[in-house]
């Protein structure tokens, strides 16, 4: 058994769930904001640095790793409800360009302002879970704790969310917010706050998936430590559906094991170009993605 789990085969299936669940919290963020407000935030990945080098720069003054953890979270929940109200209220109604480019502007400068903070010297942060493979047998198994407390971490997270969108009176709130403001207003519910706290749960999520990244073998966190995994969470986020959480779950783990065996079975520059393959094909056959059932939204 000890052989079989220390295999290239798993191995790279191990690799490629754990890189996975990182798209796919992504995805997720990116699905939350859309499905609150209908815009695409460019930003995430850079405002989910900002946060968590807010918080995980209080490890170098003795606070505990997990206080640090809290405090980057909290920070994100609270920056994205900001940034909605300073950045993107003033955008709605306004043609559908105006939120993207501000965004993506917001992009360049929190960069610019976390590496003139912070300056560009990646910081490695501590784990709280040794990051050393298990053995069994003598054989050498892709899996932490670190990989596991991921795993774990981000699936639960992952199925709040969903739980929450999908199953709950809030989710139906924030779906109809953004489908169709006027019309929530009119029935009693309270647009503007509920467009903001989407914009703060995603952001959230954001910079819990930033600590993650910045946290593995290998990584550290520096302004554009969250550039190519945006990139892939966003493929994910259109594989799987921008309007379905599961379909970001999916499409996160399809693209990382995508990119995985791409890796080890091709060579590591046709990654990318292989993530790009699958967004092609899959927007082919189902240009809303896998998991967009109807043609029009519907709350």
């Given at each position: 058994m000890g052989g079989f789990l220390a295999s290239r085969f798993m191995s790279d299936l191990f690799n490629g769930v754990a890189n996975g669940i990182i798209f796919s919290l992504i995805a997720l963020s990116l699905v939350v904001v859309w499905q609150s407000t209908n815009v695409l935030n460019f930003a995430q990945g850079a405002m989910a640095t900002f946060a968590t080098y807010i918080g995980m720069a209080q490890v170098e003054h003795g606070i505990n790793i997990w206080l640090c953890m809290v405090i980057s979270v909290v920070v994100g929940f609270i920056f994205g409800g900001l940034t909605e109200r300073v950045l993107i209220r003033p955008l709605y109604g306004k043609p559908d360009i105006n939120p993207?480019?501000?965004?993506?502007?917001?992009?360049?400068?929190?960069?610019?302002?976390?590496?003139?903070?912070?300056?560009?010297?990646?910081?490695?942060?501590?784990?709280?879970?040794?990051?050393?493979?298990?053995?069994?047998?003598?054989?050498?198994?892709?899996?932490?704790p670190f990989v596991v407390f991921q795993i774990l971490t981000a699936v639960t997270v992952m199925m709040i969310v969903a739980l929450v969108f999908r199953f709950t009176t809030l989710g139906l709130k924030l779906r109809a917010a953004a489908l169709a403001p006027e019309v929530a207003r009119l029935l009693g519910v309270r647009v503007d706050r509920l467009l903001t706290f989407g914009w703060m749960i995603s952001s959230a999520v954001g910079s819990f998936t930033a600590i993650l990244?910045?946290?593995?073998?290998?990584?550290?966190?520096?302004?554009?430590?969250?550039?190519?995994?945006?990139?892939?969470?966003?493929?994910?986020?259109?594989?799987?559906?921008?309007?379905?959480?599961?379909?970001?779950?999916?499409?996160?783990?399809?693209?990382?094991?995508?990119?995985?065996?791409?890796?080890?079975?091709?060579?590591?520059?046709?990654?990318?170009?292989?993530?790009?393959?699958?967004?092609?094909?899959?927007?082919?056959?189902?240009?809303?993605?896998?998991?967009?059932?109807?043609?029009?939204?519907?709350?």
């Open positions: 993207i480019v501000v965004m993506v502007g917001f992009l360049g400068f929190l960069q610019f302002l976390a590496a003139a903070i912070w300056g560009n010297i990646p910081r490695i942060l501590p784990s709280p879970f040794s990051q050393v493979f298990y053995t069994s047998k003598g054989h050498t198994i892709f899996l932490s990244v910045a946290m593995q073998n290998g990584s550290a966190l520096s302004p554009s430590v969250m550039g190519s995994v945006f990139i892939f969470g966003f493929i994910a986020a259109a594989v799987g559906g921008l309007d379905s959480p599961i379909g970001a779950v999916v499409g996160g783990l399809l693209i990382g094991l995508v990119e995985q065996f791409t890796l080890d079975y091709w060579q590591a520059n046709m990654a990318p170009v292989m993530a790009l393959v699958v967004l092609i094909v899959v927007l082919m056959i189902r240009p809303r993605g896998l998991f967009t059932k109807n043609t029009q939204r519907r709350v």
